[in-house]
């Protein structure tokens, strides 16, 4: 069974190697900003970095989670704050969100040098804008290309000092989830920053980047995703990059005693994703490398008999926002369970209103009639 998932593992990353070139996407559906989100900037070696910030209900300063992009992540907002209703759902859980704003194609690293491909970056007005609604787009954005990329830095230093000494949040037993290469991102946190993040989950992510062909894909992924190098944030074989996969850290994991949550969807489309053909054109193929990636992680996990960990795959879902919304839904409750102070023995943390988001199957559970609500993809 683990050798057929490796095996399957392959021939998706060939697939979803192929498909961000070959497909065209809608422009993606954007809903309402959170109106209780403000700015947070912090200075850093990438510059001025925004985050966006929603308190939690009861105005505890103790329980933070830390909401990750993908790889299309813009620069003006969080994607999950873009598309979907999870950061107002977080705090009405009693939880601070914080959600890190840019670093398209950046996996959250620390990059060895600026993107370019040897030291020129291409004419972006060859290229579709960000806007132009194309899958190969964005080839026109400076980020990480002007200056080396910083995540890791940002995110356990930069701007866990400023939230501390400004907003005062606690800066330990933090949550932090992320989609696609966010969620690889997410568990890297965990495992090297234990001190600040207990919990870290993963929906939809790559957690076998040592895979047959996976480098390959994902360097056609990055270039797709704003005309990145791959080679700028990692060499090839090198210490770095190794250290970059879940698979092979999944024992930091578990020394840290991480609560993990790992989800992919089944890359079955729900019905109303039929009518999408980013869905079924990328959507479906990418889903499924990424479910050949959660299953060889899970495999690997329980190999070396950890089970702080609550899996999620539901029996439909692509790789779509519609489907990182329900996943991260059904996530809340354990989350609020293991972030911040624990809790005396037998004693759950406090629930949102009755009429508040955070329902849902719990993990492995089957999705709603008609499956989750179409989105882009990312």
Do not use: C
């Not at 830390?66 to 969080?78: M, P, S, V």
């Not at 795959?313 to 489907?323: A, E, K």
């Amino acid at each position: 069974m683990r050798g057929g998932w490796a095996k399957r593992g392959l021939v998706g990353a060939a697939v979803a190697a192929l498909l961000p070139f070959g497909a065209m996407t809608t422009g993606p559906a954007t809903a309402d900003t959170n109106p209780n989100a403000f700015d947070f900037y912090v200075d850093s070696s990438m510059g001025s970095i925004k985050s966006r910030i929603v308190r939690a209900a009861d105005g505890n300063t103790d329980r933070v989670v830390y909401l990750l992009d993908g790889e299309r992540a813009q620069n003006d907002y969080n994607g999950w704050e873009i598309h979907t209703s999870i950061p107002a759902a977080l705090a009405k859980f009693n939880i601070n969100v914080v959600m890190p704003v840019g670093g398209e194609s950046s996996f959250y690293q620390d990059w060895d040098a600026p993107s370019s491909f040897g030291g020129v970056n291409p004419d972006a007005s060859l290229f579709p804008s960000r806007d132009s609604g194309s899958a190969v787009a964005g080839w026109d954005e400076t980020s990480g290309k002007s200056y080396t990329y910083q995540w890791e830095t940002f995110l356990t230093q930069n701007l866990r000092d400023a939230l501390r000494d400004r907003l005062g949040f606690s800066d330990s037993r933090n949550g932090i989830f992320g989609l696609s290469s966010g969620g690889s991102a997410a568990l890297l946190m965990a495992a090297y920053h234990p001190d600040q993040f207990n919990y870290a989950g993963s929906l939809s992510g790559y957690l076998y980047m040592s895979a047959p062909g996976m480098r390959d894909a994902l360097r056609l992924a990055l270039l797709a995703a704003g005309g990145y190098n791959i080679d700028s944030m990692a060499a090839a074989g090198s210490a770095k990059w190794q250290r970059m996969d879940p698979y092979g850290f999944a024992q930091k994991l578990i020394g840290n005693n991480t609560r993990l949550y790992i989800a992919a969807g089944s890359a079955v489309p729900a019905q109303q994703d039929l009518s999408s053909a980013d869905a079924v054109i990328q959507g479906m193929p990418l889903e499924g490398i990424a479910l050949a990636n959660t299953k060889a992680f899970q495999a690997r996990l329980q190999d070396l008999g950890y089970d702080n960990v609550s899996y999620d795959f539901p029996s439909i879902g692509v790789h779509n926002w519609g489907n990182w919304e329900q996943v991260a839904n059904r996530m809340l409750p354990d989350i609020a369970q293991h972030i911040g102070k624990p809790l005396p023995p037998g004693v759950q943390p406090a629930q949102p209103p009755a009429d508040g988001p955070g329902g849902g199957q719990p993990p492995n559970g089957e999705q709603p009639a008609g499956g989750p609500a179409p989105g882009p993809q990312n």
